[in-house]
């Protein structure tokens, strides 16, 4: 176990805290690391053509699903907006951020949404009630990547005063700082989830590091160090995402020697590499819900495909999703696979129904 510093602040004040730089990361390797990347072996599917696209004035890009609605990052105007769609696809709301950026993370639960500007270092709430912008940015350090879960938001970002990661802990409806906890890695980091009792934050440097931390105590209680447990990958980031299905924790990432990507299924009980896929993709983003992992990746230069995951089997099903518009971004909810589609300004929903 590992103790870091832990305090409940004020909204004027923030308490910086560093793990110390003694602790090993735990390295566990899996045993399916040989094995072929595994290609969808159905038909592929049109997006366009099984899907529904929806036109959306502007330039959409990340996307979450929560609340009753899919939330997407867009812009109108030169400054930043989100737009609010139904389960169905209407779009019911479109809700403006002020003079701030095009957000880049947006995460909803929990009666809030909270959106993430790498720009500004802020994160913001908006209220899914009134589809109003609080009006009020946090300070949470670059890149201000969002989570929402277990009553609270969490975001990721590089500390004020302190050289180091600071996974932050806000009131979810105020956006109070409760505490924070500082993740002793240099580097970019991936990615933040809230999994249950706990949150994982993602942060890379010669290799990418997950830091399980306990909300309750405000410690950093595990560390995995990921992929150099597969000799096979040749790790250069940009591609690594995680995400938490209830169940599992899900991470993308590594570029293959003998091509393709990595999806890792971690339990976020023990901590443990449980399973291993190789893909026949270069993983750049997923989406988690409805029993299946979606990966969305590069298959060839200027072609993206989204390859499905059965998560009872963690095997490739069915046949790959193509796409005649290049995607951004996908979210899985309200019985729908949902991608945006920045160039283009659209929106394309497809009914889970229609696919095999």
Known sequence: MIAVGYSEVDNAAAAWFSTPTSITPTTVPSPTTTQA??????????????????????????????????WVSNRR???????????????????????????????????????????LAEAGRIDPVTNSFSGEWVEVGFPATVAVGGGHA?????????????????DVATGEIVTEVSVDQGGF???????????????????????????????????????????????????????????????????????????LRIDPETA?????????MRPTTMAVGEGRVWVLGWVDEGQKEVHVIDASTNTVTGGPIVFEQLPSDIAVGGGALWISHADAGTVTRIDLAELP
């Open 37 to 70: 990347p595994s290609a969808p072996t159905g038909d592929a599917v049109s997006a366009e053509e099984v899907g529904v696209v929806i036109p959306v004035a502007g330039a959409p890009t990340v996307m979450a699903y929560g609340e009753g609605s899919v």
């Open 189 to 263: 980091p991936f990615g933040i989830v809230a999994a249950g009792n706990t949150v994982w934050a993602g942060v890379d440097s010669d290799e990418p590091i997950l830091y399980q931390i306990d909300p309750s105590s405000g410690e950093v209680v595990s560390m995995l160090e990921i992929f150099p447990a597969y000799p096979m990958v040749d790790y250069d980031g940009g591609d690594t995402y995680i995400a938490f299905d209830g169940e599992a924790l899900w991470v993308t990432g590594g570029h293959m020697v003998e091509g393709g990507g990595l999806l």
């Open 272 to 280: 443990e590499i449980v399973e291993s896929i190789r893909l026949d």
């Open 154 to 170: 969490w975001v990721l970002g590089y500390g004020q005063d302190d050289p180091t990661y600071v996974v932050s802990q806000l």
């Open 77 to 119: 105007g030169g400054a930043g907006v989100v737009s609010r769609l139904d389960a169905t696809g209407n779009e019911v709301a479109i809700i403006e951020l002020g003079e701030a950026p095009r957000p880049d993370s947006i995460a909803a639960a929990d009666g809030a949404v909270w959106v993430g500007v790498e720009y």
